[in-house]
């Protein structure tokens, strides 16, 4: 359909595409985990140019430490206690209107008594906004 055919289908029909202007906001990170003694998680978000990752903070009794690599790169530390809630972070980005566009990675998980999970199959980081 020519874009002369579009105009008059909106006309018609009396839809118009609306465009959605980018805007900072925050992402939920929700963590589903198979365990329940999970205590640490190294992880990694990315997301790619113009989007950029501005803050990082605990929605757990967790202490987190946060490596910026740069605008568009993040690595975090997230050790304590995660309670019943699956949302454990809260990332502050440049644009919440395309939550798809930042990969959040896990890299380990540690038990309670500090050993690292040999298998991260039934771990999943599912992102909302």
């Given at each position: 359909m020519?874009?002369?055919?579009?105009?008059?289908?909106?006309?018609?029909?009396?839809?118009?595409?609306?465009?959605?202007?980018?805007?900072a906001g925050e992402l939920s990170v929700n963590l589903v985990s198979p365990r329940d003694?999970?205590?640490?998680?190294?992880?990694?978000?990315t997301t790619t140019p113009p989007r950029s990752i501005v803050e990082l903070r605990a929605t757990c009794n967790c202490v987190l430490h946060v490596r910026t690599i740069s605008e568009t790169e993040v690595r975090g530390l997230l050790g304590g206690f995660f309670g019943e809630s699956d949302e454990f972070l809260r990332a502050r980005v440049s644009d919440v209107t395309t939550p798809s566009e930042y990969h959040f990675t896990l890299i380990e998980v540690a038990d309670r008594s500090g050993e690292l999970r040999s298998d991260l199959s039934g771990y999943e980081l599912a992102v909302a906004n």
């Open positions: 020519n874009v002369h055919m579009r105009r008059i289908a909106w006309a018609f029909l009396g839809e118009q595409p609306v465009a959605v202007e980018p805007h003694d999970d205590w640490g998680f190294v992880f990694r978000i």
